[in-house]
């Protein structure tokens, strides 16, 4: 059975920052694509941050020059620091890997960002 486990999230004061980590389980992702998402209340869900098989990288311009997706292949993990976070970065994040064309969703974990 593939999991994909998320932590790192809480309540932070603007300013603050966050590392996500997205844990796998039941697949060998290694290299594999990979992506974190986020659904504030009442929004869509919409794509933060994303990481290619060559390790290209790529990022909602909110969140440009503040957040950085990382993979540790040997961990079979997924990271997204988070700095200089915002009241509107305050949603349910996501991670996302692809494998043999299957894409796997963690259950989330949730940011607050506030004072």
């Known amino acids: 059975q593939v999991q994909l486990v998320e932590s790192g999230g809480g309540l932070v004061q603007p300013g603050g920052s966050l590392r996500l980590s997205c844990a796998a389980s039941g697949i060998i992702f290694g290299s594999s694509s990979g992506g974190w998402y986020r659904q504030a209340p009442g929004k869509q869900r919409e794509l933060v941050a994303s990481?290619?098989?060559?390790?290209?990288?790529n990022y909602a311009d909110s969140v440009k020059g503040r957040f950085t997706i990382s993979r540790d292949n040997a961990k079979n993990t997924l990271y997204l620091q988070m700095n200089n976070l915002k009241p509107e970065d305050t949603a349910v994040y996501y991670c996302?890997?692809?494998?043999?064309?299957?894409?796997?969703w963690g259950k989330g974990t949730l940011v607050t960002v506030s004072s």
């Open positions: 990481i290619s098989r060559g390790s290209v990288t």
């Open positions: 996302n890997r692809g494998f043999a064309g299957v894409e796997y």
